[in-house]
């Protein structure tokens, strides 16, 4: 065999050879996301697939939904699922005896609720003697609600009587019903509830009151295996948490979270707009988990659990991924001056 022929061989030998590596590195990372139910503070993942941000960032993102937080960190535990959108006091819980789930940033760093009252009822101070509805007790709407009584000066249990009812819809009811004289509920179930003639008389958002409502939840182990991974999840989530707080990107928003919600784009636009403008206000610019909200949480399971009584937070927390964004310009570019 000529030489100028074994060259050739040799070349395409050695080209087939790293065709796979080649085609693995172009081909999208398959990632499971968890979230806990349908709903506006869930759509944004949705939204940012939808508009292709994380196929920019070479993901290909499968988002499944759980009827609630429990399952949703059952499904991490067990190895099913890398990554979930989730609250602190369940995940805390689960890191009691070891530390297998790590907050990697706070989406919601707050409580995205508004409590709705009956007509007559116009200041918190009107909440005496009143019933409320919550969700179940120790849930995030339990603590939303005994937070914002205190900061008006009234005893839960005491001065307001709290009682649990269930999910959103079912709270929404009682309240139409007469059954409650006040219910917590999030963003756009205010909007409706104002159109009925209720009253938004306490926007837990603008409280200043830390809670870690909605985590960027990673399991342990597959931040140590591919951290590349998890920072490209990441940039192509604040890419996209970056179009909520963008006026010119609110009808790219708002179409694809009526298809998330099953909404009618035309007829609920008031809707989708309260929910644009509630969430871009809402999400931070910066988006560390949030060290204070989980020390709620803690304490909160501390309550609950005499075997939490050691749990430190900062064991199940890291800043890395989100620190190196802001390091190298992410954030900044993403959030301009917003």
């Known amino acids: 065999m000529r030489p100028f022929t074994i060259i050739i061989l040799s ?10 590596d080649a085609w693995a590195q172009k081909s999208p990372a398959t990632v499971r996301l968890g979230i806990a139910g349908i709903s506006g503070t869930n759509s944004h993942p949705y939204v940012s697939k939808q508009l292709g941000l994380f196929q920019k960032h070479n993901i290909d993102l499968e988002m499944i939904a759980f009827q609630g937080g429990s399952q949703l960190i059952q499904a991490m535990l067990a190895g099913d699922l890398p990554l979930s959108l989730s609250e602190g006091v369940t995940v805390l819980a689960s890191n009691i005896k070891g530390v297998n789930l790590v907050f990697i940033a706070g989406i919601v760093n707050t409580f995205p609720f508004t409590i709705l009252a009956k007509a007559e009822i116009r200041t918190p101070a009107e909440l005496r003697g009143k019933k ?12 939303a609600v005994r937070a914002a009584v205190e900061r008006y000066d009234l005893k839960p249990d005491k001065d307001v009587i709290i009682l649990q009812v269930g999910g959103q819809a079912e709270r929404f009811a009682a309240l139409r019903a007469g059954v409650v004289d006040a219910a917590i509920v999030s963003p756009p179930f205010n909007l409706v509830g104002r159109r009925l003639g209720f ?140």
């Open 132 to 143: 409320i509805a919550i969700s179940r007790f120790g849930s995030s709407s339990d603590v």
């Open 199 to 338: 009253n938004d008389i306490i926007d837990m958002s603008e409280q200043g009151v830390a809670y870690a409502h909605q985590q960027i939840v990673a399991r342990k182990d597959f931040i140590e295996r591919q951290p590349d991974l998890v920072l490209r999840f990441l940039r192509a989530t604040v890419e996209g948490l970056g179009y909520w707080k963008d006026p010119s990107k609110k009808e790219a928003v708002t179409q694809n979270v009526a298809k998330f919600l099953k909404l009618d784009a035309q007829k609920d636009k008031e809707q989708l707009d309260e929910t644009f403008r509630y969430y871009g206000k809402v999400f931070p610019t910066k988006p560390y988990p949030t060290l204070e909200g989980l020390e709620l949480s803690a304490n909160i399971l501390k309550k609950a659990r005499p075997d939490a009584k050691d749990l430190q937070v900062k064991d199940s927390l890291t800043n890395r991924f989100i620190a190196e964004l802001e390091k190298e310009g992410f954030l900044a570019l993403v959030f301009g001056g917003r």
């Open 11 to 20: 070349s395409l030998m050695a080209m087939l050879a790293s065709a796979p």
